[in-house]
């Protein structure tokens, strides 16, 4: 039962900040922020990995089942609160950083809750399992986008209005996440280690982050691509909010199929991704409303990857008492190439949209020789 409480406090969270995540961008240009400053919302992607890492060092050191829990409850409440929080933004600096406190609650409790839910999955089969968890995540943030949507349609494009609206579903997450500690209040994998253990995580565990750096680096933020949409004019901002609803909805139907592909072949399921996302800009700067709604689903498409196969794949490469540590270092990995992959390619886009066509192919070439090295090592 844990499992499933787990799996509903994630629809409903997602539902929230997934609803205030797909707008983000044109909510930015509402408030007079340029191309760079929506791309510098990954900026808070950073810092909320910083904060995975941090917390997974915590859990690693002090190995508590109070612990776990307690920086999983904090994080939810900090990630929840400030999304409705953003109907009180008037300025692109308040927003901005409200973004950026809302990713610091995601970080703090991302890896601890990782590894209860890698605990309580174990038997269903860890890409099952976490492709499971991933289309209940999904269901929530493609129904927030369409949430946000049907606000900004019937209420004259009113965000203010929009980001209140989705403390609803913030307070039901939370109702869940006090069961499911209920259910499952104490963690086996946090028991006291027996035998001393270096910072070393491996070199499948090194290789496979290189990878997962080049990758994320080249992955084209949800920001800029809103920012994009907004700024081609071919949809409008309900429109937009829409086009992430497909994205969470592909990210959903693909999750489980892409979970059960990990478990029959391992890392080999993870060389598709950076093919896809080189796919992205090209689709993007087509600028017609077909290949808009392209973007949207392959998008989505490498996002179910992330979520589902990228987390199955820690407990592949880390002995059981280091999952902790490498979710958190999983997280600072991929938060410092999303940021800088965000900052770069907005000033890219500032300078040239047409250039992010030839960074990212170069990227994400990089990241798919780096894990072809790996699987032929291994």
């Known amino acids: 039962m844990?499992?499933?409480?787990?799996?509903?406090?994630?629809?409903?969270?997602?539902m929230?900040?997934?609803?205030?995540?797909?707008?983000?961008?044109?909510?930015?240009?509402?408030?007079?922020?340029?191309?760079?400053?929506?791309?510098?919302?990954?900026?808070?992607?950073?810092?909320g990995y910083l904060m995975r890492f941090l917390s997974g060092y915590l859990a690693d050191k002090l190995r508590s089942s109070k612990v776990l829990w307690s920086l999983t409850m904090v994080g939810y409440v900090i990630n929840l609160v400030a999304v409705p929080a953003l109907a009180l933004a008037g300025r692109w600096e308040v927003a901005l950083t409200l973004f950026f406190v809302e990713r610091l609650g995601k970080g703090l409790r991302t890896p601890v809750?990782?590894?209860?839910?890698?605990?309580?999955?174990?038997?269903?089969?860890?890409?099952?399992?976490?492709g499971l968890h991933e289309v209940m995540d999904q269901l929530g943030a493609f129904s927030g986008p369409l949430l946000v949507m049907f606000v900004l349609s019937?209420?004259?494009?009113?965000?203010?209005?929009?980001?209140?609206?989705?403390?609803?579903?913030?307070?039901?997450?939370?109702?869940?996440?006090?069961?499911?500690?209920?259910?499952?209040?104490?963690?086996?994998?946090?028991?006291?280690r027996k035998t001393v253990v270096g910072w070393n995580l491996g070199r499948k565990f090194n290789l496979f982050s290189?990878?997962?750096?080049?990758?994320?680096?080249?992955?084209?933020?949800w920001s800029l691509v809103s920012y994009h949409m907004k700024e081609c004019g071919l949809v409008?901002?309900?429109?937009?909010?829409?086009?992430?609803?497909?994205?969470?909805?592909?990210?959903?139907l693909v999750a489980f199929p892409i979970g059960y592909l990990y478990d029959k072949m391992g890392l080999k399921s993870l060389v598709i991704t950076p093919i896809l996302a080189s796919t992205i800009p090209v689709f993007l700067l087509t600028n017609t409303r077909t290949t808009l709604y392209l973007v949207a689903a392959v998008w989505g498409a490498i996002m179910s990857i992330y979520?589902?196969?990228?987390?199955?794949?820690?407990?592949?490469?880390?002995?059981?008492?280091?999952?902790?540590?490498?979710?958190?270092?999983?997280?600072?990995?991929?938060?410092?190439?999303?940021?800088?992959?965000?900052?770069?390619a907005g000033a890219i886009y500032t300078l040239n949209p047409t250039y992010l066509i030839p960074y990212v192919l170069i990227t994400e070439l990089s990241s798919l020789t780096v894990m072809i090295y790996l699987l032929r090592t291994t």
């Open 113 to 130: 809750r990782d590894v209860i839910l890698s605990e309580v999955i174990e038997g269903v089969g860890r890409g099952k399992g976490f």
């Open 307 to 344: 979520e589902t196969n990228m987390r199955a794949a820690i407990p592949d490469l880390v002995e059981p008492d280091r999952r902790a540590l490498a979710y958190g270092t999983y997280g600072l990995i991929y938060g410092v190439a999303w940021m800088l992959g965000g900052v770069l």
């Open 210 to 221: 290189a990878s997962l750096a080049l990758m994320t680096t080249g992955y084209l933020a």
């Open 154 to 192: 019937m209420s004259s494009e009113d965000y203010r209005l929009a980001f209140a609206v989705l403390a609803i579903p913030a307070a039901i997450s939370l109702a869940f996440l006090l069961t499911a500690y209920a259910t499952y209040p104490r963690v086996k994998s946090v028991s006291p």
């Open 16 to 47: 929230t900040y997934e609803g205030a995540r797909g707008v983000s961008g044109a909510y930015l240009k509402i408030l007079e922020g340029t191309a760079l400053v929506a791309g510098a919302v990954t900026i808070g992607e950073f810092l």
């Open 236 to 252: 409008s901002d309900p429109e937009i909010s829409l086009m992430y609803a497909l994205a969470m909805g592909v990210d959903a």
């Open 2 to 14: 844990t499992f499933v409480f787990l799996g509903l406090v994630s629809l409903f969270a997602d």
